[in-house]
């Protein structure tokens, strides 16, 4: 049995310790954010932060994960009220959306260590692929959350989530128990 923190709450996943996080976190932990693209570490999608870095949850076993602490887009925060959520939706930076947690998670991470981050920079530490090409709004997007981390700008809430915290933890399997995981409260 692997044993990690996802999401602020310990979970235990009795699977293969060679699989993939990713799919430990999807098909187990029903934490559906974090997407499949293209399995090999290329496109990004599957991006979440382990330890507070941006790792491609495809290329991370579940052994690798023991005892770590995992995000995912659900855990970066309940309302959208992350600034990189937030200036995302202001800066119109996402399109279908497929890439978009994975972007988000990325650039969380970046500016939890760097708030006022250049062009290159953003561009270096953001991989991920856009097949809609949100690139320039994306630019824009991780500095305005820069300067709303920085408490330089505000932005007017994104709408919030149709659904109650509470009733969405109760909808996943690894925060209430079930096939697969358990969950320590």
């Known amino acids: 049995m692997t044993s990690m923190t996802v999401n602020e709450r310990p979970v235990h996943f009795d699977m293969d ?3 993939p996080l990713l799919w430990a976190l999807r098909d187990a ?3 559906t954010g974090t997407k499949y693209g293209c399995g090999v570490g290329d496109c990004g999608a599957c991006m979440v932060l382990v330890d507070g870095e941006a790792l491609r949850s495809c290329l991370v ?3 690798e994960a023991e005892g770590r602490f995992i995000t995912t887009i659900e855990g970066l ?7 990189v959520q937030q200036a995302l939706v202001a800066e119109q930076a996402i399109q279908c959306g497929f890439c978009t947690p994975g ?6 991470a970046l500016i939890g260590r760097n708030p006022e981050p250049t062009e290159a920079e ?12 949100v690139y320039p709004r994306l630019v824009r997007a991780v500095q305005r959350a ?3 981390a920085r408490r330089r700008e505000r932005i007017s809430a994104a709408p919030a989530p149709g659904i109650d915290p509470a009733d969405a933890a109760r909808a996943v399997p690894a925060l209430g128990g079930g096939s697969g995981t358990s969950a320590d409260d």
């Open 77 to 83: 925060s309940a309302d959208r009220s992350h600034p």
């Open 61 to 63: 076993t579940l052994g």
């Open 146 to 148: 820069g300067r709303v």
């Open 122 to 133: 953003i561009m270096a530490a953001i991989p991920n692929l856009c097949r809609c090409g």
């Open 17 to 19: 310790p060679q699989t």
């Open 29 to 31: 932990a029903n934490l």
């Open 103 to 108: 972007i988000a998670m990325a650039a969380a």
